[in-house]
């Protein structure tokens, strides 16, 4: 059975930083031969994704965080981080993990909320 566990979310003031892990779990999911995603959803907003790292560590951004998150991945712990730096209100949302795309692998979520 394949798990994503995300952590690492809480309470920070604007322009604070934190690091969100994201670990896989289960043998059949080839963690360092995947995709890995972040996605946010803000309450009364769509799910929307903000980072990409591929196999080979290519990366890529939404505008809205690039410059600010960085994505990475460390395959020998199958897991992926979100460094989030120059955190804002507005990037107060639940942060989740993923696979596959909607109908690949998500994990539970986990919230960040950026208020002074």
């Known amino acids: 059975q394949v798990q994503l566990v995300e952590s690492g979310g809480g309470l920070v003031q604007p322009g604070g930083s934190l690091r969100l892990s994201c670990a896989a779990s289960g043998s059949s999911f080839s963690f360092r031969y995947m995709t890995m995603d972040w996605y946010r959803q803000a309450p009364g907003k769509e799910r929307e994704m903000l980072a990409t790292i591929t196999s080979g560590g290519r990366t890529n951004y939404v505008d809205s965080v690039k410059g600010r998150f960085t994505i990475s991945r460390d395959n020998d712990k199958r897991t992926v981080y979100l460094q989030m730096n120059s955190l804002r209100p507005e990037d107060t949302a639940v942060y989740y993990c993923?696979?596959?795309?909607?109908?690949?692998?998500w994990g539970q979520g986990t919230q960040v909320t950026v208020s002074s």
């Open positions: 993923n696979s596959g795309g909607a109908r690949g692998y």
